[in-house]
C-alpha cells in the first residue's frame, strides 16, 4: 500500500515527537562514560612508609603492561628529599619523565615510621651516586595543587583516578583554588568535571568511631577536603583492615630483587629497619584503581563525614558516593601479594 504525502509527514512529527520525549526522560546531569584506559594521578606521603615504594612501583609496571596511564606524582609530605625519593623510583624503572609536584605549606613534622629519605642520596664504594634523579631543582617544583590543577583541565571529563595514599594537604589546597591559567573552572568545579574516581588509603569504619591517622595528621586540611569534595564524584576508601594481611617481608623483599643490589626499594630495606609490622595498605588503591572494583570486596553504597577529631562516620545511602573495601580471606590476602611480588622481580631499571 502506497503511503500519502500527509501520511509521511505525520510519521515524521511521530517520529521526532518520540525522540523529544526520550531525551528529555534521559538524566541531564548524567557523566559520559569514559571508556579508556585509567588516567591515574599518584598523592603520596613518601618518605615514611615503604608501602608508598611499591605504590609507585606497581603503577610504573601496571603503565608498562599498557593498564593505566600515570600522568603524575604529588608528594604531599613536606620536605625536598621527599620529592627526590619519587623521582629516584620514576627515574630508576621509568623514563623519569613523569610529571612531579611537593607539598608547600603543609603539614608541620608529621610522624616518620621507617626514614629512608636519604635513599636518593646513597653512594656507590667509589663515592659516586647509587641512583640517578631527573629532577635538577627540586626547588623549581609546582606545588601539589598547581600540578593537579594543570593534569586535570587536560584530560577528558571524568576520566582520572586519584590515589590518595597519604595525607590530604594538596586536595585541599586545590579544592580551595581558583580559576587560574590552566582552566576557567574553580577547584571545586574542575574535580567535579574530571574525576572519575578518588581512592583513599585510610578511614576507620564500623562501631568504633577512631580518628583515622593521615587525616588526624592534619585535621583542617581533612575538614576542608570533606566539605568540599562533589558530592557527585565517587570516593573508594581502603582501610588498614584491607591491607592488613597483606605482609611483604623485608627477607622476601630482599631475596626478589636478587639480579643487583643497585635498586631503591632493596636499597632501603637494607640500610633501613623495615620490621616495623609494615604492610601494603597503600597498594590496595592502585590496585582498586587499575584492576577495579572486581579485585574488590566492596561495601554498600553510602556518605562519610568527618568528626572533629577526624573519625569517619559512615551512613549507608542509595546514592551515597563513598564505598569502602572489604578485608578478604587468606587466599586473597596471598593473591594480593604475589601480584607486588611479580611486580618486584619483573620490573627491571631502564
Known sequence: MRLTLSMKKSNVIYLLALLVVLYSCKPQNEPEQYVGKPLVILDSDMGSSTDDLFALEMLLYYEQQGKCKLLGVVVDREGENCAACADVIDTYFGS??????????????PKVWIDYQQMPYYTLSDGSDMFRRSVGDYASLPDGWKLYRRLLAQQ??????????????????????????????????????????????????????????NLAQGPSFAQTFFNLWPKEVDMVFSPMEAGQDVEYTPEQVVSDISWTDVHPIKQVYLTCDCNTGQRMWDVMVVVNAVEGDEAFTLSERGTVTITPECATIFTVADNGNCRYQLPGSAAWSERMLQKIREANISLKAK
Open 96 to 109: 623519569g619523565a613523569t610529571p612531579l609536584a611537593l607539598v608547600r605549606k603543609g603539614i608541620d613534622n
Open 156 to 213: 577528558p571529563d571524568h576520566s582520572v583516578s586519584i590515589c590518595s595514599t597519604g595525607f590530604v594537604t594538596c586536595l585541599s589546597q586545590l579544592l580551595q583554588s581558583e580559576a587560574d591559567e590552566y582552566s576557567d573552572l574553580s577547584g571545586v568545579e574542575l574535580v567535579r568535571r574530571k574525576v572519575n574516581c578518588i581512592y583513599l588509603q585510610g578511614g576507620v569504619f564500623g562501631e568504633a568511631q577512631e580518628p583515622d591517622f
